[in-house]
């Protein structure tokens, strides 16, 4: 089956660093990956979609330059949270999909802590 | 503009009982209606999916009765039992490219199944 490693699960940085997550397709390419926030007792909310080699798509309200998405391979795309701030504390989870063997494979998540 | 409707918020049932999640949406271009199970601190795994061609889907215990008239789709899970307590999502994608087609969640529904 498709599995998608997500790393760190968990990492706590301070109030102005830069902080990069990293989700990898193990056993397949991904044509697309997906970004996703998720508030306590919350539903997902996509932050932004993105193609290998080209620039993501974010959603409307979520800030391009706060989240950096770079999809550099089929298997591996990464969100950086530049100059973190308490509020962007939360859990991220990415996403990635295979057409047509396989939907969306769901990261295990990476809970962001800034202090 | 919420795409997707899920009821109950929250739902508690006893051991061996069917819990019945529902869904609905307004939306007719989707045609993947996916459900997933998320425990807390990971990500969402799918649990079982439809498409609109047919009304009715089984994988184990867990079923999908799709009624795309009424625009609802729901999940029940048979013979329930303390390891299905978690939150379970449904979503929904549409369009021509599947897999790239960004996925809608639900607001979530919170299972508790109790001994």
């Known amino acids: 089956g498709a599995v998608v490693s997500q790393h760190p699960s968990r990492v706590i940085c301070k109030s102005g660093t830069s902080v990069k997550i990293e989700c990898r397709s193990l056993d397949f390419q991904a044509t697309t990956m997906f970004w996703y926030r998720q508030f306590p007792k919350k539903s997902l909310m996509l932050m932004a979609t993105s193609n290998e080699g080209s620039k993501a798509t974010y959603e409307q309200g979520v800030e391009k330059d706060k989240f950096l998405i770079n999809h550099a391979s089929l298997t591996l795309s990464t969100l950086t949270v530049t100059s973190a701030h308490p509020e962007d504390s939360s859990f991220y989870i990415c996403?990635?999909?295979?057409?047509?063997?396989?939907?969306?494979?769901f990261g295990s998540g990476t809970r962001l802590t800034v202090v | 503009q919420q795409q997707v409707k899920q009821s109950p918020q929250s739902l508690i049932v006893q051991k061996g009982g069917i819990p019945i999640i529902n869904c609905a949406y307004e939306n007719t271009a989707f045609d993947y209606f996916p459900w997933y199970q998320q425990f807390p601190g990971k990500g969402p795994a799918l649990l079982i999916a439809?498409?609109?061609?047919?009304s009715e889907k089984k994988e184990g215990r867990f079923t999908i009765s799709f009624n795309k008239s009424a625009k609802q789709f729901s999940l029940h899970i048979m013979d329930s039992q303390p390891g299905d307590s978690a939150t379970y999502f449904c979503?929904?994608?549409?369009?021509?490219?599947?897999?790239?087609?960004?996925?809608?969640f639900g607001t979530g529904t919170r299972l508790t199944i109790i001994p």
């Open positions: 979503a929904l994608s549409g369009g021509s490219n599947f897999g790239n087609e960004k996925l809608t």
């Open positions: 439809i498409r609109p061609d047919v």
């Open positions: 996403s990635a999909s295979a057409v047509p063997l396989y939907g969306y494979t």
